[in-house]
Nanobody, 123 residues
């Protein structure tokens, strides 16, 4: 099995930046695809961004294109989500997910999930 743990959430003002981190273990880090999702209470979990095993190819939700950047460092078994120009609409619990689907954007394409980290953006 694969274990993923995300961290880096917090409370920030609109327009500021925040970086989330995800660490994966249980399998060679470079062989798995990773993604970020977010969820607001009462709503479905929403795709944010994904990256393939090589770190070469990425996929972003339209709502975050140009503002968020996903990257991975296989030597450190770490994935980052750099979030810039944050908006109140970005407020959610952010989840790191792992799977073998490449650049999947659907919840059912991922097999392993972190516990979530809260990101709150104030006006």
């Amino acid at each position: 099995q694969v274990q993923v743990v995300e961290s880096g959430g917090g409370l920030v003002q609109a327009g500021s930046s925040l970086t989330l981190s995800c660490a994966a273990s249980g399998r060679l880090f470079s062989t798995i695809a990773l993604g970020w999702f977010r969820q607001v209470s009462g709503k479905e979990r929403e795709f944010v961004a994904s990256i393939d095993w090589s770190g070469t190819n990425t996929n972003y939700a339209d709502s975050v294109k140009g503002r968020f950047a996903i990257s991975r460092d296989n030597a450190k078994n770490q994935m980052l989500l750099r979030m810039n120009n944050l908006k109140p609409e970005d407020t959610a619990v952010y989840f790191c997910a792992a799977g073998s689907v490449g650049l999947g954007s659907n919840v059912w394409e991922y097999d392993y999930w972190g516990q979530g980290t809260q990101v709150t953006v104030s006006s």
